[in-house]
């Protein structure tokens, strides 16, 4: 298990941006983030976006556009950049580790109107 950490939510106005980190105590492989909308259980988590090692992305076709996932494997750290935000993307964001199966405790982004 490689222990995760993530950072960068809070509440935003509609229309603002954010950028959430996810920082991995030791060296991680591919990377991708999730989120868990309100009243949804953990297996109902949504998958937003992932990045390789070498920095291929791939993005849920609903946030294409407005999610931006980038890392800086030297740092061990992973960003999801969320333009635009809509009260539908108010959600509990977690980064997974789909190599080791390692989770953050997740961050909370709460988008107001």
């Known amino acids: 298990q490689v222990q995760l950490v993530e950072s960068g939510g809070g509440w935003v106005p509609a229309g603002d941006s954010l950028t959430l980190s996810c920082a991995g105590q030791e060296s991680i492989g591919a990377m991708a983030w999730y989120r868990q909308a309100p009243g949804k259980q953990r297996e109902q988590r949504e998958f937003?976006?992932?990045?390789?090692?070498?920095?291929?992305?791939k993005y849920q076709g609903s946030v294409r556009g407005r999610f931006t996932i980038t890392r800086n494997t030297d740092n061990n750290i992973v960003y999801l950049q969320i333009t635009n935000l809509q009260p539908e993307d108010s959600a509990i964001y977690y980064c997974d580790e789909p190599r080791s199966g390692s989770w953050g405790q997740g961050t909370q982004v709460t988008v107001g109107t």
């Open positions: 937003v976006a992932l990045i390789s090692r070498d920095g291929n992305t």
